[in-house]
């Protein structure tokens, strides 16, 4: 049942140009936003539904033609082009490239690879350019990611994970510019800097200084969400860990480890709901003033609600998709019941985020990316393209 209300959703808000944030036209969001677009065409693509794929390649097509002469992605187009506001997106770029990637797996069209290929490449460079030291982790301003109104900056899991998928996808095709060195250097650095524990042997990590005074009082559960020159970001980011398990970057030691944090958060929560971010940032806390000065329309991010806290079904579905492709079931079983039971109550509108403190739907409905969200809940590995 909520497998086709979702198709139903993300077929609903398609147009000539693409697949829009959603049917309803409110705040931009009937729009073709690069990253809302790539994760409903992705989630078109693991079902086969040809509408859906077809309208991926509709999308794809109307980002590049609005590419940026110095490589970047627009974050959304409609009647005019938005390549971000205050910043731009980092992850509009790394979605395209994901997107393409995805679409000519699922349909091997030539024609479409002969028309995106300079305009791909020219998106990966610019990634190398994001790394601004050739240290092989990129670098995401403030707001500049989905998260866009919460206070995480520098070298973000998410974003991290997101490119070195984009450079598995095209390994194949671009040899020359993403080779199996970089590749090796980028999932190392990944691996090596956002998971914490208590070591001597520091000599390979990123920010040395930070990384000893952050190992001796702390022990990670899970991959960090972040850090920047002054500090680590300990939230859990469900979307960062979903797509680090996606990439398979995890140890089994690790992957227990993250199953008990999420076993730990479900039991204070007495939900099977697993929020973006985790735990929420309360007044008072160091990065409150961050947080609260920082919003376009009004303020939403209260505690448990929005990024603040609040669980987005687009999120929990990459962390549910990451423990199917590890094998892992037992979790992702309970977080895509607990969904459906909530989106049923809902009358499927597949709203933008559901509080964590009263599990109440919340934001915009029909959202293209929540209802691709149910999709990665329900499906198993088994019916995925390869992922590379």
Avoid at 57 to 70: A, G, M, R
Avoid at 219 to 234: C, D, L, Q, T, V
Wanted: with cysteine.
């Amino acid at each position: 049942m909520i497998k086709q209300q979702a198709i139903k959703t993300i077929t609903a808000a398609i147009t000539p140009t693409g697949i829009c944030a959603s049917s309803i036209d409110t705040e931009n969001y009937k729009r073709v936003w690069s990253r809302d677009a790539a994760m409903a065409g992705l989630a078109g693509c693991m079902i086969g539904n040809e509408t859906i794929i077809a309208a991926l390649k509709k999308s794809l097509d109307t980002l590049k033609n609005h590419q940026h002469p110095t490589g970047f992605i627009p974050s959304n187009v409609g009647e005019n082009v938005s390549y971000g506001s205050l910043v731009g997106r980092v992850d509009a770029t790394l979605w395209y490239i994901i997107g393409a990637g995805f679409y000519y797996q699922c349909e091997k069209d030539e024609k479409f690879l002969d028309e995106h290929r300079s305009n791909i490449q020219k998106a990966i460079v610019l990634t190398e350019a994001w790394e601004f030291n050739g240290r092989h982790l990129i670098y995401t301003p403030l707001s500049g990611n989905w998260a866009d109104e919460y206070p995480i900056q520098g070298y973000t899991l998410y974003d991290n994970c997101l490119r070195l998928w984009g450079y598995r996808l095209w390994k194949m095709l671009f040899p020359k510019i993403i080779t199996d060195e970089k590749i090796t250097n980028i999932t190392k650095a990944i691996q090596e800097n956002f998971w914490i524990i208590n070591t001597e042997i520091i000599t390979e990590k990123y920010h040395p200084n930070l990384y000893r005074r952050t190992s001796h009082n702390h022990h990670s559960a899970y991959f960090e969400a972040g850090f920047s020159p002054a500090r680590y970001y300990r939230m859990f980011d469900a979307a960062g860990n979903g797509l680090a398990l996606i990439l398979s970057l995890a140890t089994e030691a690790q992957i227990n480890q993250i199953e008990q944090y999420l076993a730990y958060v479900f039991s204070k929560l007495n939900h099977n709901l697993m929020p973006a971010f985790w735990p929420p940032i309360e007044k008072g806390d160091v990065l409150w003033d961050e947080l609260a000065m920082n919003y376009s329309y009004t303020f939403k991010n209260h505690p448990h609600h929005f990024h603040n806290g609040g669980i987005w079904p687009i999120m929990m579905g990459w962390l549910c998709l990451g423990l199917r492709i590890q094998d892992r079931h037992e979790w992702p079983d309970k977080m895509a019941a607990a969904y459906q039971k909530i989106a049923a109550a809902e009358a499927f509108t597949f709203s933008e985020y559901i509080s964590s403190d009263h599990f109440i739907p919340s934001g915009k409905g029909q959202m293209c990316f929540s209802a691709a969200g149910a999709i990665y809940m329900l499906e198993g590995s088994e019916n995925m393209i390869q992922l590379g």
